[in-house]
């Protein structure tokens, strides 16, 4: 079994920052990929920032220059931090980790999704 714990949503103004955590436990052997995810009432879930296990990493455009993704490999967390948050930033966020597990037939990965946090901005 699996699980991705988030922490660090909340309520903050406009220009604001927040630090969201996410931890995973369980059965692991190491992890591929992670990244966060939004979604916002109505809308389609959106890649937010990526962070391949080499540490690479992608933003979507909309938060380039304003979030940052990292990731403590010896923790199994990965971390986003958000600054300069605007309102269009509200949404619940989702933490996403490709976790490889050692078996009888080898490696084998799979996806795993946190329960999401609550983020919103508003004054």
């Known amino acids: 079994q699996v699980q991705l714990v988030e922490s660090g949503g909340g309520l903050v103004q406009p220009g604001g920052s927040l630090r969201l955590s996410c931890v995973v436990s369980?059965?692991?052997?190491?992890?591929?990929?992670m990244g966060w995810y939004r979604q916002a009432p109505g809308k389609e879930r959106e890649l937010v920032a990526g962070?391949?296990?080499?540490?690479?990493?992608n933003y979507a455009d909309s938060v380039k220059g304003r979030f940052t993704i990292s990731r403590d490999n010896a923790k199994n967390s990965v971390y986003l931090q958000m600054n300069s948050l605007t309102p269009e930033d509200t949404a619940v966020y989702y933490c996403?980790?490709?976790?490889?597990?050692?078996?009888?037939?080898?490696?084998?990965?799979?996806?795993?999704w946190g329960q999401g946090t609550q983020v919103t901005i508003s004054s």
């Open positions: 996403n980790a490709e976790v490889v597990h050692a078996g009888t037939w080898g490696a084998r990965s799979f996806r795993y």
């Open positions: 369980g059965s692991i052997f190491s992890i591929n990929a």
């Open positions: 962070i391949t296990s080499g540490g690479s990493t």
